[in-house]
Nanobody, 126 residues
Framework: QVQLVESGGGAVQPGGSLRLSCTAR????????AGWLRQAPGKEYEGVSC????????YYADSVKGRFIISRDNAKNTVYLQMDSLKSDDTAIYTC???????????????????WGQGASVTVSA
């Protein structure tokens, strides 16, 4: 079965940067449509970003537009989320998810066909 392995979380000061990685293992073809959602302490889950395997189109939540960039490296079966200008509101557990369509992440609607990563903790504080 396919497993998603996340890395790149950690602690950073406001204004700093982190890059999350999500690598599909046990995967014998190009990386599929995938992205991240997050859950901040005391908050509900929200879709953060997604990149389509079909055409490379991307989705970003309004809260991260202009600060986060999602990309993919098919040869490495990996997607990346470059997070710049981080602020305290970005503190959350970030979970990578492989989906059928980026609409799943954009609308936070999942139908049971997704593959989930283990989560990566991101803490932004002074």
């Amino acid at each position: 079965q396919v497993q998603l392995v996340e890395s790149g979380g950690g602690a950073v000061q406001p204004g700093g940067s982190l890059r999350l990685s999500c690598t599909a293992r046990g995967f014998t073809s190009d990386f599929h449509t995938a992205g991240w959602l997050r859950q901040a302490p005391g908050k509900e889950y929200e879709g953060v970003s997604c990149i389509s395997s079909r055409d490379g189109s991307t989705y970003y939540a309004d809260s991260v537009k202009g600060r986060f960039i999602i990309s993919r490296d098919n040869a490495k079966n990996t997607v990346y989320l470059q997070m710049d200008s981080l602020k305290s509101d970005d503190t959350a557990i970030y979970t990578c998810v492989m989906v059928q369509s980026c609409s799943s992440i954009a609308t936070m609607t999942f139908g049971g066909l997704e593959v989930w990563g283990q989560g990566a903790s991101v803490t932004v504080s002074a």
